[in-house]
């Protein structure tokens, strides 16, 4: 079935600086892909929509120039966390759909 | 209202017990009800799922019983293994070319050896 892969699975960086998490499709062609947010035991929250060849979509009070996303091709998106604070900590998922599925998550610790 | 609400927010069932998870939602729009589970670290995998035309499906030890009168669905997960301990979250979905999700808040299963 269609794999979506996400990259790094753990990150740990500090604070003031950019960290950027990609999202792969393997074996097929992705317009739409998500990202997600999920802090401790919470649901997982839509922060944006990623259209290839165009802007994202953000969800109401997420910073669009916090966290940017680009969807250059098919078959990647990325999500770049700008200028990390230590409450952008948490663990952030990408999805390219329900037929697809969700990527493996990546945990992101600012210190 | 895009909300789905999620009950209950933790479960400990013993061993080949039947555990129940049951969620509801309010927009009538929603014609697709994933469940998924999630292992700490890890991003959701798709249990099963099912659409607003059928009131029941069965994969295995998992059932979803769909109400849609009621605009309920539930998750039945019959023997009940320690292995199915894990967060479980339904979701509902609009129609649409990509299908965005609208998560519950997640059941926190504990199955006892």
């Known amino acids: 079935g269609a794999v979506v892969s996400q990259h790094p699975s753990r990150v740990i960086c500090k604070s003031g600086t950019s960290v950027k998490i990609e999202c792969r499709s393997l074996?097929?062609?992705?317009?739409?892909m998500f990202w997600y947010r999920q802090f401790p035991k919470q649901s997982l929250m839509l922060m944006a929509t990623?259209?290839?060849?165009?802007?994202?979509?953000?969800e109401q009070g997420v910073e669009k120039d916090k966290f940017l996303i680009n969807h250059a091709s098919l078959t990647l998106s990325t999500l770049t966390v700008t200028s990390a604070h230590p409450e952008d900590s948490s663990f952030y998922i990408c999805s390219a759909g329900y037929r697809v599925g969700f990527g493996q998550g990546t945990r992101l610790t600012v210190v | 209202q895009q909300q789905v609400k999620q009950s209950p927010q933790s479960l400990i069932v013993q061993k080949g017990g039947i555990s129940i998870i049951n969620c509801a939602y309010e927009n009538t729009a929603f014609d697709y009800f994933p469940w998924y589970q999630q292992f700490p670290g890890k991003g959701p995998a798709l249990l099963i799922a099912i659409r607003p035309d059928v009131s029941e499906k069965k994969e295995g030890r998992f059932t979803i019983s769909f109400n849609k009168s009621a605009k309920q669905f539930s998750l039945h997960i019959m023997d009940s293994q320690p292995g199915d301990s894990a967060t479980y979250f339904c979701a509902a979905s609009l129609s649409g070319s990509a299908r965005q999700l609208t998560f519950g808040s997640g059941t926190q299963l504990t199955v006892l050896p």
């Open positions: 074996d097929f062609q992705a317009t739409t």
């Open positions: 990623s259209n290839e060849g165009s802007k994202a979509t953000y």
